[in-house]
């Protein structure tokens, strides 16, 4: 009897194997809510997004300027096609910007203000999964109001040439281009508003639209200047600062020459890394807040 005894309790004793095992059970039931409250987060952000009647009317607003650049291309000399892909583009951008801005800047200070972010905080939320949650569904939010304009600009270039045009499908880059330099835009104004008032984070952040696409006058004018502490803030500011050169392409896609294979690549790897450091940024300075 004491030797069956014996025999049967290795059987039921914990081997490294199964409680490895058993952790990475656990591990991955934990990532796996993790991810759902993230992505219920999300899902209420773009449901507040699709809610506010701003969206409507900026989308609304650049579907306008499209016929009327549509207009002005009839009264021009075989420039229509130029004119509708130049402004088309150009106000997806500068419309897509306002609603990054505008909307960015609400997404933590509206839960503070109706002070539902102390019912989010005080469930098994973090707060970074809350500015992530609140970050995609923005982002899912830019991507539906940028394929609205994209798909209007094609139907008004399928309206012009009275039929397909190859450039239907070359200015789709362009667009996805737009869309990764929207998408680090939002990340700039989740990190301003993450400390600061909804008026100066979007003053902030539109100050970054606008330098950053200007990041190679920054290098030239770091490299010019006499003065020692001009460079080093030029310098400072060219490094920091994001360039949205890289997804500026609209002027190029309206004579018909559309960004490679590798610089659409790097240019997604850009704003991919981009943004995850200025969402790990917000993360760090808004889990410092007390909101006590």
């Not at 409680?19 to 809510?33: E, V």
């Not at 509708?84 to 203000?113: C, R, T």
């Not at 600061?196 to 984070?201: D, E, H, R, Y």
Request: glycine content about 8%.
């Amino acid at each position: 009897m004491s030797q069956q005894s014996s025999d049967a309790t290795p059987q039921t004793r914990t081997t490294p194997d199964s409680s490895s095992a058993r952790s990475a059970i656990r591990d991955s039931n934990s990532f796996g809510t993790n991810f759902q409250r993230t992505l219920a987060i999300a899902r209420n952000a773009f449901r507040e997004a699709v809610r506010d009647r701003v969206l409507y009317n900026l989308v609304l607003f650049v579907l306008l300027l499209i016929g009327g650049a549509i207009f002005l291309g009839e009264l021009s000399a075989g420039q229509e096609v130029k004119i509708i892909i130049d402004l088309g583009l150009s106000a997806m951008l500068l419309f897509g910007a306002f609603i990054a801005i505008f909307v960015g800047v609400g997404l933590v200070y509206k839960e503070i203000e109706r002070r539902t972010l102390y019912a989010i905080l005080s469930k098994p939320i973090g707060r970074g999964q809350f500015l992530l949650g609140k970050y995609l569904g923005l982002c899912l939010t830019l991507l539906i109001n940028v394929g609205i304009m994209g798909v209007g600009i094609s139907l008004a270039l399928i309206y012009i040439r009275r039929g397909w045009d190859p450039l239907v499908l070359k200015i789709w880059p362009a667009i996805l281009l737009i869309y990764f330099e929207l998408m680090i835009l939002t990340g700039v104004a989740l990190l301003f508003s993450s400390f600061s008032s909804p008026a100066l984070s979007a003053l902030m952040t539109f100050f970054v639209f606008i330098i950053g696409h200007f990041s190679g006058d920054l290098k030239g004018l770091a490299n010019s200047s006499t003065s020692s502490a001009a460079r080093l803030l030029f310098r400072a500011l060219y490094y920091l600062l994001p360039n949205l050169t890289h997804f500026s392409v609209i002027t190029p896609t309206a004579h018909g020459i559309t960004p490679d294979t590798s610089s659409m690549g790097l240019a997604a790897a850009y704003a991919f890394v981009y943004s995850s450091v200025l969402l790990a940024a917000a993360t760090l300075v808004f889990g410092r807040r007390n909101f006590k």
